[in-house]
């Protein structure tokens, strides 16, 4: 936590950038090396944000990077078929696939698939070199890199990750599903870059599972920017389920145009450090944007999110759930901030954010926040902490379920008032499932890996 | 089936229940009467193993067992049901998986297997029926946003379910409609067998015209001060309270 | 109909600051500017011991070592702290009757506030501590306080005539260290009122301290500090004005309560320190700390605010619930018009077992200001069965200004309940309708949405503030609804 040890940090990436460029650049593209240079001397003023910094006031970023990672500049030849050592654990559903291995996109047989509706799914890299006027028009066209060493250094890091586009009217009525594995022989800490571009009038689920195959510590630092045009449609679900040794860092820009709808769902099941920062900009009249989240954490799981809702037009609404169960000596921490600007008349922002925590040693802090500027206005946020309700408990008690039953249910209940938000049925019913499970502590071991690493 | 002897409960170090002695038999119902806060909902507590409520003295047991050492779920499996007097809202939890894992914890206690998806939905319908619930209840999260009554039908719907052999209702009459009272008192009917009892918490008459107590008892400061055949309950109907509060 | 509401909006705000005349009085002050010297200077002035002057020179070290703090939703001029006045004191001419008297033009200052200095005119049941500038003028009623034990008196006497308690309980709930103000206020409090309530007293009137800044370029540090022992109990206001002047003027004062076992305290402020003209000039910078501590078992402390005065308020009063079954509450008005910035709200630190504590906030804002609620819930590892409820409302008069909401909650304990709620909205057009059609003005339907909004704070209260309190709402909203 000392100066020195935030200096060192800040150093040694700068110097692994200077003496990786070459490496760097070469497994990229040039549209993307393009905004290296102004990214890593951004982090060279903004660095790993501290606990100083009122945004990261709950997260000890810096102690994140206190151990030695491997940092991979080109995708390691990995000799085993994905599917022998990983089983989605939503097997009915039928989706458009995606691998990413340690944030290099995995060909599918393909690096970037067509389909007929014109639909894009594939590698940032190859992406960039066939679309390179929307590479120009949105990549880092959203990211905070002025004000967030983190997203900085991602910029001038990221070589990789998913490139999403559905054009103009087209409707993707498969669901989209991206699998983030994280696999290694060593200490790893991957940093890759996700966009997604929904045109005019298109719609899309996209499924994100994130998780970890090798008893190794990861690190990922993930930049995601999400651009959703005029009445466009788009559902982003996120599963976090990783092993106790990761830190997922991941920051996610959403800008939404006129009449567009979007709807992001977080679900934190697991992992050992996690950070997520969203930030969700209403930027043309009757966008619609909901925010949900979930995060279940137990041991010395840490899970942090903070998110900042934007109205900068008027005639938006948003609404905002997130939940959390802290178990054991878990810590959480909810940060969420609606911005009503001067102006965005009749706006409607709804936020809650509700935590039970289950031992002494867990803790939770939340700081939900309004600021306004525009006098019609709708606005409110609740926030509570507490415990499973007793009269519940007792009622459920008195029907013959037994006490931890009746806890596990009552667990299950308020974590599916986030989770009922799924819109695709088959996706809700295994993501129930898999809470179900998790609350039961099934879950606990990284369970779709054969490898028990912890 | 029920025998409880000089009962001594309290609450927050307040003594409410003051030498309860009572005993019910297999097909019998009693009515319980009393004025409010005489202590008939902390009965009701008492032998459903609410922890709020501390027992200092006396025994109860139910079939020869005592239930005083049971947990709450323990009791329910052994056949007491209450139907609560304030029937507690619990969002999230759908009352399809609610009943689901109270039924099935019911037939573990018993030894029997887990019901089939497809029986129980066959059992929840057929219930259902049976107290002429709106179908639509059974969709929602457990009592969230029901109206009172039907609350209340929610509670006789579970019973249904769980067919207890002891079952409490704790002014099961109270907002309900005359239909639904009428719907209610008919599925309680429906239910009766000779082997099983019924305990009717009430202050009113009515209900006790469709459900015809074999024995009235008043409650009064914590004791049950008269005890009658069914024709008490006119008589208190008549008279009012005081004429027990003077003595009588 | 717009039109016609922003009209008596506009009427409603755009009126004057009553309590705006200034006191021609003689003053002695000393010159600009703060050092070492200037706090000898200050504690020779006032005849305190040596260990007093020690603690001040102890604070103004530490205080040059400190930063204005930023983190409020507030946009602070640069201040320059050499360019004040710490030290000013009406010179009072000798009285020809008794060394008891005041002098008239001060009386007359005081009635023209509505805080007669004379005890046969004052409402019975207040007894007040009148300051001016950097001292106390005349406390009331003392010798009848005195009777039953209680000590009602300036915290320049206190020093003097009861050092030990003054020793033992000063600093002992807001460190020297504090934050930048107290620090500031540590090395320069001029004045203010002391009030200790013996074992099983309940204090028979209202306590109450009024505040009057007359003199230019000065700052106003005052202290205050009240203790309240096993089992006793003290209602005590507070009131302050100040003239209307172009120049900003700061107020950087320290409150602190102690509360022992089975003891209650009630803190009301009505804060009414010049805000400004119309286009943001001038006003009264007001910094303040206000802490208490609820020290004993079954110890209550109940804040209640109205503020409407000062182009910046800075503030947030807290409280320790160290006791078991220790109870804290702090209920707050804030009015904001013109281009007042407010950024106030309460800390609720739970300690003790089954501690409780309860916020309510309303906040109003007019005009191009902006007013934020902050405020911090903490519960702490062995406060058991802690349970906290906050419930911060903002009304938007008008579609300039700003309201925001900024509650931090931070809990450590499962068997702890903590609960938050916030919302915004402007008045509705259907509610002024419905007036209308009862037969209301515009203007009265507003004054009457803004009380009943308000009515829930207003009601905690003593009575005579209550009714003044809601004068003082309209009056600081003249002109600004529609
Ligand atoms: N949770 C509680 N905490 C404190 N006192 C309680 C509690 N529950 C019940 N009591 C008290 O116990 C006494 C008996 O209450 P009870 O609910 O058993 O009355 P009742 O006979 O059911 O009344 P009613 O006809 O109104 O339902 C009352 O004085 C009541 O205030
Ligand atoms: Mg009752």
Known sequence: ?454 | MLVIKDLHAKINDKEILKGINLEVKPGEVHAIMGPNGSGKSTLASVLTGRELVEVTHGSVTFNGKNVLEMPAEIRSREGIFLSFQYPVEIPGVSMVNFMKAAVNEHRKYRNLEPLSASDFLKLLRERKELVEIDSALTNRSVNEGFSGGEKKKNEIFQMAMLEPKLSILDETDSGLDIDALRVVANGVNKLKTAENATIVITHYQRLLDYIVPDFVHILYNGRIVKSAGKELALELEEKGYDWIKNGN | MANEQDKILDEVTGSEYKYGFVTEIETETIPKGLNEDVVRIISEKKGEPEWMLEFRLKAFRHWQTMEMPDWAHLNIPIIDYQGIIYYAAPKQKPSLNSLDEVDPILKETFDKLGIPLEEQKMLTGVAVDAVMDSTSVKTTFRETLAEQGIIFCSMSEAIREHPDLIKKYLASVVPVTDNFFTALNSAVFSDGSFCYIPKGVRCPMELSTYFRINASNTGQFERTLIVADDESYVSYLEGCTAPMRDENQLHAAVVEIVVHDNAEVKYSTVQNWYPGDKDGKGGIYNFVTKRGICKGKNSKISWTQVETGSAITWKYPSCILLGDNSYGEFYSVAVTNNHQQADTGSKMIHIGKNSRSRIVSKGISAGVSNNSYRGLVKVLKGADNARNFSQCDSLLLGDKCGAHTFPYLEVDNPSAIVEHEATTSKIGEDQIFYCNQRGLSTEDAVGLIINGYAKEVLNKLPMEFAVEAQKLLQISLEGSVG
């Open chain 1, 1 to 454: 936590m000392s100066k020195t040890a935030t200096l060192n940090i800040k150093d040694e990436m700068v110097n692994l950038y200077l003496n990786n460029l070459d490496l760097i650049s070469e497994g990229s593209s040039s549209l993307m090396n393009h905004h290296r240079e102004e990214a890593i001397q951004n982090f060279r003023i903004l660095g790993i944000p501290t606990l100083k910094n009122e945004k990261y006031k709950y997260s000890k970023i810096e102690s994140v990077f206190s151990n030695e990672y491997e940092k991979y500049f080109a995708p390691k030849h990995i000799t085993f078929k994905v599917d022998d050592i990983f089983r989605c654990d939503i097997p009915e559903l039928d989706t458009h696939l995606a691998l990413v291995l340690n944030g290099f996109y995995m060909p599918n047989p393909n690096r970037l698939q067509v389909m007929e509706n014109g639909v894009v799914i594939g590698s940032m890299i190859d992406a960039a070199a066939k679309y390179p006027h929307l590479f120009e028009k949105y990549y880092n066209a959203q990211a905070e890199n002025g004000s967030d060493g983190l997203v900085a250094l991602n910029t001038a890091f990221a070589q990789d990750g998913v490139f999403i586009y559905v054009p103009k009217g087209a409707v993707c009525t498969k669901p989209i599903q991206v699998i983030n594995l994280l696999m290694a022989e060593e200490n790893l800490l991957v940093q890759y870059r996700n966009l997604i571009i929904m045109e005019e009038s298109s719609q899309a689920n996209v499924l994100i599972c994130d998780h970890s195959l090798s008893p190794k510590r990861f690190v990922s630092n993930v930049v995601t920017e999400i651009i959703v045009e005029a009445n466009a449609q788009l559902e982003f679900v996120k599963m976090q389920n990783e092993h106790n040794d990761s830190t997922q860092l991941t920051h996610t820009y959403t800008k939404q145009e006129r009449d567009s709808k979007l709807i992001t769902n977080v679900l934190s099941l697991h992992g050992g450090f996690i950070r997520n920062n969203l930030y969700m900009q209403l930027a043309g009249e009757g966008a619609d944007a909901h925010a949900y989240g979930l995060y279940l954490t137990d041991r010395t799981q840490h899970t942090d999110n903070y998110t900042f809702i934007d109205h900068a037009v008027p005639n938006c609404t948003s609404n905002e759930l997130y939940k959390g169960i802290l178990d054991e000596q878990a810590t959480g921490a909810f940060n969420g901030r609606i911005l009503v600007r001067r102006d965005a008349q009749k706006t409607q922002a709804y936020q809650s954010n509700n935590n039970l925590l289950l031992t002494p040693d867990a803790k939770i802090r939340t700081k939900p926040q309004l600021e306004i500027y525009a006098d019609d206005v709708k606005c409110s946020h609740g926030a509570t902490v507490g415990q499973i309700d007793y009269e519940a408990l007792f009622y459920m008690r008195a029907r013959g379920i037994g006490e931890r039953e009746a806890k596990l249910l009552l667990m299950f209940g308020f974590t599916h008032e986030v989770v009922k938000q799924i819109s695709i049925e088959s996706l809700r019913e295994r993501i129930d499932d898999m809470v179900n499970k998790r609350l039961r502590g099934e879950l606990s071991r990284c369970h779709s890996c054969p490898m028990n690493c912890c």
